[in-house]
């Protein structure tokens, strides 16, 4: 059984920064992609950023000025930090964990976490 956890939210101001992490536990032998998404209320899912253990993760656009991500293979963690926080950032924020083979496995499967709230208030 494989669980994908997020820690770091909260309640910051505007131009505050913070740092998430998502930390997959489970007989893993290895991830191949950790990515972040985010949700505000009432909007589509959408993708952040994307580490695929290829030296050169993707940070979407809207946010490659502001937000990092990087990530720990000997933890199954991935992080994203996040500089110089905007009202507009407030949703949740997701992990999602795609291609983890466990020990034993024969094929790779994907998982969600449950989501960590960022609220920036102006």
């Known amino acids: 059984q494989v669980q994908v956890v997020e820690s770091g939210g909260g309640l910051v101001q505007a131009g505050d920064a913070l740092r998430l992490s998502c930390t997959a536990s489970?007989?893993?032998?290895?991830?191949?992609?950790m990515s972040w998404y985010r949700q505000a209320q009432g909007m589509s899912r959408e993708l952040l950023a994307r580490d695929a253990n290829t030296g050169s993760p993707y940070v979407a656009i809207a946010v490659k000025d502001r937000f990092t991500i990087s990530r720990d293979n000997a933890k199954n963690t991935v992080y994203l930090q996040m500089n110089n926080l905007k009202p507009e950032d407030t949703a949740v924020y997701y992990c999602?964990?795609?291609?983890?083979?466990?020990?034993?496995?024969?094929?790779?499967?994907?998982?969600w976490g449950q989501g960590t709230q960022v609220t920036v208030s102006s």
């Open positions: 999602y964990a795609s291609g983890v083979y466990v020990y034993g496995g024969s094929y790779g499967e994907n998982y």
């Open positions: 489970g007989r893993i032998a290895r991830i191949n992609i």
